[in-house]
């Protein structure tokens, strides 16, 4: 039988890893959509570039996959952060139950 610090301990790591899934279900969601944005964007772009010998349509494609870039890696930063904190949450419990 789970004593009541046993059920508090499962309470509280079920709220750390739902909170911990949908941080992790919205960024990777908004990571995908960056990326797709800036593969349309490449293949738009740079064919049209290309055929048209206008270097112009290379170079704004260029510009607008690297303007994305500072997003997505804003967004990896975060994920980071999510990751060390939910780190900290867990290393927090296991004091307060386990040791």
Request: charged share 20%; net charge neutral.
């Given at each position: 039988m789970l004593t009541n610090e046993d059920r508090e301990l499962q309470i509280e790591l079920t709220k750390l890893q739902i909170e911990h899934a949908n941080t992790t279900s919205t960024n990777t969601?908004?990571?995908?959509?960056?990326?797709?944005?800036?593969?349309?964007?490449?293949?738009?772009?740079?064919?049209?570039?290309?055929?048209?010998?206008?270097?112009?349509?290379?170079?704004?494609?260029?510009?607008?996959?690297?303007?994305?870039?500072?997003?997505?890696?804003?967004?990896?930063?975060?994920?980071?952060?999510?990751e060390e904190r939910l780190e900290e949450q867990i290393r927090g419990l296991k004091k307060k139950y386990l040791w």
């Amino acid at each position: 039988m789970l004593t009541n610090e046993d059920r508090e301990l499962q309470i509280e790591l079920t709220k750390l890893q739902i909170e911990h899934a949908n941080t992790t279900s919205t960024n990777t969601i908004a990571l995908s959509v960056i990326f797709s944005v800036m593969a349309s964007i490449f293949v738009v772009y740079v064919p049209l570039g290309v055929t048209t010998h206008n270097s112009l349509y290379t170079y704004v494609g260029a510009m607008l996959v690297v303007g994305l870039l500072i997003p997505a890696l804003y967004i990896l930063g975060v994920m980071r952060r999510s990751e060390e904190r939910l780190e900290e949450q867990i290393r927090g419990l296991k004091k307060k139950y386990l040791w």
